[in-house]
């Protein structure tokens, strides 16, 4: 049962390896959400302002270059839009 509620719970969740658009980025205010957003614009040709992301961060070490992104998207469906693209 407890393992079905986690499956659930990160139903919505994308986790992206590195991405040099994502990890070369000199602005560090910029929020993750943000730099996903303009991802999926830019290479994705996709309309981010229909998406709709809950929470984003990045994982791994400060000083680490290249760290994943995990998106926590509002929608199932954003999150299937994406992963179709």
């Known amino acids: 049962?407890?393992?079905?509620?986690?499956?659930?719970s990160r139903r919505n969740n994308l986790c992206s390896k590195?991405?040099?658009s994502l990890?070369?980025?000199v602005n560090h205010g910029?929020?993750?959400?943000?730099?996903?957003?303009?991802?999926?614009?830019t290479n994705l040709q996709l309309?981010?302002?229909d998406i709709k992301i809950e929470l984003a961060h990045?994982?791994?070490?400060?000083?680490?270059?290249g760290k994943?992104?995990?998106a926590k998207f509002l929608k199932y469906k954003d999150h299937d839009?994406?992963?179709m693209s």
Do not use: C, P, Y
């Not at 049962?1 to 659930?8: A, F, G, S």
């Not at 910029?30 to 614009?41: R, W």
């Not at 990045?58 to 270059?65: D, L, S």
């Open 1 to 8: 049962m407890l393992e079905l509620l986690e499956n659930r």
């Open 18 to 20: 590195a991405s040099r």
């Open 23 to 25: 990890s070369t980025t």
């Open 30 to 41: 910029v929020s993750a959400k943000t730099k996903l957003k303009n991802l999926f614009e």
């Open 47 to 49: 309309d981010a302002d």
């Open 58 to 65: 990045r994982v791994g070490t400060k000083k680490q270059t």
């Open 68 to 70: 994943s992104s995990v």
């Open 81 to 83: 839009t994406i992963l």
